[in-house]
């Protein structure tokens, strides 16, 4: 079998196009701009090419764009004023602090700092337990990402097996939850887990967000399964001065040889992120404002 490729660059344009319609109909018909205020602490090269592209797509789908870049050693107390100050800004309709933060800030802090209503990224502990127990709330951006692409995809995800692969805060746990509301059958594997390959054979569904160079190979999977790869490696460069290949958490090779559709590395779920970062801040705009909330752009 060969694999379809689940093209996330095509589909993430299709939905940033979505949220620029209704954003430029919000502004015809209501007056109101979306604003997004992205706070980045420090110089990390990989965070700094993240916000731009952020801080470009959102000018892109017609909302407001705020960055506001802070110097590494800048005290916790004064970032935490800043987010007071985003927080009370009624044209700022989504927070969202870049992480890693340096070490010396207290990461859960600066987290349950932000407007639970603003929290574009899903982080703060409240919209983690609105998700939990199924009621509205903002949802992390990549897990949503793959979730539309799974929807997309296979359409009901209702009785699949699926199994997620990592448990970080950021992915693997809220992509559980997602798969639960949509009445998956939900396997959290980690590190740690027994057998893991007889684990991901039984999935229909495999999402892999471990972080471990094509870890994932095609004879671990069922047949027929949907593979969602959120990995994103660099390998080591090949020659001296070289660049490296930037490959996923699953052997994309082998996996596409069993699975029933893969995304590939890049152009699957990474354009997904920002794109539902975009769908997130209008999302968080209409709830401001008693409007319609978009449909299909939220979880
Ligand atoms: N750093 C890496 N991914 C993310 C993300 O989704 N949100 C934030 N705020 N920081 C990140």
Known sequence: MTAKIIDGKAFAANVRGR???QVAGMKAAHGITPGLAVVLVGEDPASQVYVRSKGKQ????GMNSFEHKLSVDTPEAELLAL???LNADPAVNGILVQLPLPG???EEKVLAAVDPAKDVDGFHISNVGLLATGQKAMVPCTP?????LLRDELGDLSGKNAVVIGRSNIVGKPMAQLLLRDSCTVTVA???TQDLPGTVRRADIVVAAVGRPEMVKGDWLKPGATVIDVGINRLPPVEEGGKGRLVGDVDFASAAEVAGAITPVPGGVGPMTIA???ANTLTATCRANGLAE???LTA
């Open 19 to 21: 949220v620029a319609e």
């Open 58 to 61: 959102t000018v892109e789908a």
């Open 83 to 85: 987010i007071d100050s």
């Open 104 to 106: 010396h800030i207290d």
């Open 144 to 148: 949503l990402g793959c979730l539309m």
């Open 190 to 192: 980690h590190s740690r």
């Open 276 to 278: 539902c970062l975009l």
């Open 294 to 296: 978009p449909e299909g």
